[in-house]
């Protein structure tokens, strides 16, 4: 059986008084695409960094193809890595900066411009080798900074918040490129992002972090669909969380339904709401809700045409028990 592209046992991190990182553990597949997802100073950063060797650990291990590298500087790792800023030499053209690499492992010229070429082809470049990155949108310096960690072969890829410089169209079409690109190529690939549509989007699996540990790990329906703590469900996406007294059930708006009837569906938890505010977002809808004992609540629907909720409506909100979710309470 193949050694895992990346295996971290007990990694962690201190600066001062300060555990930035505390002794998480995480496997990834050869091929896999797994994101590192949480806010600001969750510690997935430093994460990235140690992987990349830019940050020496205080404790545990990594491996890459099963082989250990903690003592290993960052460009013997086999690594290719996209930065945020993408930390492109501005005096270069897009074709010397892609060839860097190569350039800095001695490859003959002919085959340096042979897999230059190939990878500006691979992200959509070719013909704007000549410029320089000064003359090139954000998009195009993205899919430089891209084609330069890919043009070395890595055995892994490291992508530091690659988008968020991006507006936001851009963003969403560069998704779906970086997507497909990582799944033609199969390469393995630890992404890091605060962002959670990209994380759901484009992730095989999602670890979650928070102060420096690994909240929740799991496919993208896993995380979103069966949150494991209060903390993932209220970060991911939107969440009803319900007190009960044995814990906390947890609805997304999308499956908050509401009825104009006192009653509601047989079978189903229900409750009467008055509308509060009613969000146009063009395809879909988006209510703020009040129930008598003074819960607050979001539901969430298709703009179909058909959905005529006011503000200052009475209603039934309800779910049925397998549109909800029960998580443990810190």
């Not at 059986?1 to 990694?11: F, K, V, Y």
């Not at 890829?157 to 998704?175: I, V, Y």
């Not at 420096?212 to 970060?235: K, L, M, N, S, W």
């Amino acid at each position: 059986m193949a050694d895992p592209a990346l295996q971290i046992t007990t990694l962690t991190k201190r600066f001062g008084t300060l555990t930035a990182v505390d002794a998480i553990d995480l496997t990834v597949a050869q091929g896999e695409f797994v994101t590192l997802l949480g806010p600001s100073g969750c510690g997935k950063t430093t994460t990235l960094n140690m992987i990349a060797g830019f940050v020496p650990p205080d404790a545990g291990s990594i491996r890459l193809q099963g082989r250990p590298v903690e003592s290993l500087p960052p460009f013997r790792r086999d690594l290719g890595l996209v930065f945020q800023d993408y930390a492109l030499f501005p005096h270069m053209t897009a074709a010397e900066n892609v060839g860097f690499g190569l350039r800095m492992r001695r490859l003959p010229r002919e085959e340096t411009v042979r897999r230059v070429a190939e990878a500006l082809d691979l992200v959509q470049m070719s013909g704007l080798g000549e410029r320089r990155p000064s003359q090139l949108s954000g998009g195009q310096r993205q899919r430089v900074a891209l084609a330069r960690a890919l043009v070395i072969r890595p055995a892994m890829l490291l992508l530091d918040e690659p988008l968020s410089n991006l507006d936001l169209k851009l963003r969403e079409e560069m998704r779906g490129e970086i997507s497909a690109l990582q799944r033609r190529l199969a390469i393995a690939t630890v992404f890091v992002t605060h962002d959670q549509g990209e994380a759901l989007t484009m992730s095989d699996r999602i670890a979650v972090m928070r102060a420096g540990r690994i909240e929740q790990i799991g496919t993208p329906t896993d995380i979103y669909e069966r949150p494991a703590t209060r903390f993932v469900a209220g970060f991911i996406g939107t969440a009803n969380m319900i007190e009960d007294t044995d814990g906390v059930t947890v609805i997304r708006p999308e499956r908050l339904r509401l009825s104009s009837a006192e009653h509601a569906p047989p079978g189903t938890r229900h409750w009467p709401v008055r509308v509060e505010h009613v969000v146009y977002i063009g395809p879909r809808l988006e209510l703020r809700l009040r129930a008598t004992d003074g819960t607050r609540l979001q539901a969430e629907m298709v703009n179909d045409g058909t959905a005529a909720w006011s503000a200052g409506d009475t209603a039934t909100a309800w779910f049925r028990a397998e549109d909800a979710w029960a998580i443990r309470t810190p």
